[in-house]
């Protein structure tokens, strides 16, 4: 009797040697005894139109994608699903009939997170969101899933926080850092989608202190996991959540398209990131 063929997925990306994914996919698979494979793979932007068009050829089934290539990949795929149409990004990849098929995790992880550790934020009125940049489209869209009808963009430039604003329609409003701690009072969200506040990059344009006292904080950053704005948070006595959950949560569905088994965040895989983390600092 033959044995089944090994299933293989990837990640693309330009520098990609870094990424946890492999990490994460290659926990799934031994727990869940898959005969599978997750790789690597570093791809030059000028190579990358090509790869994806050789993708169904390739002996793939799929993989994720990541910087710089996530606009690429909504660009070029057969088909968008809802979240990749509405973002404008893609961060992975599977084949429908030999087409390639693109879709977006990132505001499904980012929720999951949240639900997994602060499942409160679903009741606030109003979210703050810090950067105006890709990785905010795809927080603003989960915002809106959510049900949010007060989203409050703040970033240097007014003009991007408009465009995003406007790309996703009613109750997002764009604004400048000057207006942030007023922003901050009555919002029971803030989310920081930026690298202000991080090492070497410049302070972060609001005081905590002018949050409400039930209010939820989270950054999308993962490395380090207490950044300075979730040190502050938490010092303030209130709730923060890490962004390592989302990066964690959003691999699940694209692991389930390609493997055919749904895998769980688990205590055990985050202590495995968070390990490699700290041995990478």
């Known amino acids: 009797m033959a044995e089944p063929a090994l299933k293989k997925a990837f990640v693309v990306g330009h520098p990609i040697a870094h990424s946890r994914s492999p990490l994460i996919h290659g926990h799934w698979l031994e727990s869940l005894g898959i005969a599978g494979s997750y790789e690597c793979i570093d791809v030059h932007p000028d190579g990358i139109a090509a790869f ?30 809802e979240a990749a149409t509405a973002i404008g990004a893609a961060n992975t990849l599977w ?49 809106k899933e959510a049900g949010f009808t007060d989203i409050r963009i703040v970033n240097r430039t007014v003009s991007r926080a408009r465009e995003l604003a406007d790309r996703f329609g009613p109750g997002i409003s764009a604004h400048g850092w000057e207006e942030a701690d007023e922003l ?31 209010a939820v904080v989270t950054d999308i950053v993962y490395a380090p996991l207490e950044t300075p704005l979730l040190a502050a948070a938490r010092a303030r006595g209130l709730h923060g959540v890490d962004g390592l959950g989302m990066l964690l949560h959003q691999a699940a569905p694209g692991f389930e398209r390609w493997f055919g088994a749904r895998p769980q965040v688990t205590p055990a895989l985050r202590a495995l990131v968070v390990a490699d983390l700290e041995s990478a600092s």
């Not at 994806?52 to 909504?74: D, M, W, Y």
């Not at 690298?195 to 006292?213: I, Y």
Request: charge should be neutral; aromatic fraction near 4%.
């Open 52 to 81: 994806l068009r050789g993708v169904p050829q390739s002996g793939f089934c799929g993989g994720n994608v990541t910087i710089p290539h996530k606009e690429a990949a909504h660009r070029l795929a057969d088909r968008l699903d």
């Open 95 to 143: 084949l429908e009939d030999g087409r390639l098929v693109a879709g977006n995790t990132d505001a499904y992880g980012f929720s999951a997170n949240l639900d997994n550790h602060a499942p409160q934020w679903r009741a606030a009125r109003a979210a703050l969101v810090l950067g105006a940049g890709g990785a905010a489209r795809a927080i603003v869209f989960a915002l």
């Open 184 to 214: 901050a009072a009555g919002a029971g969200l803030l989310v920081n989608t930026s690298s202000l506040g991080m090492a070497g990059k410049e302070a972060l344009p609001l005081d905590v202190a002018r949050l409400p006292d039930h």
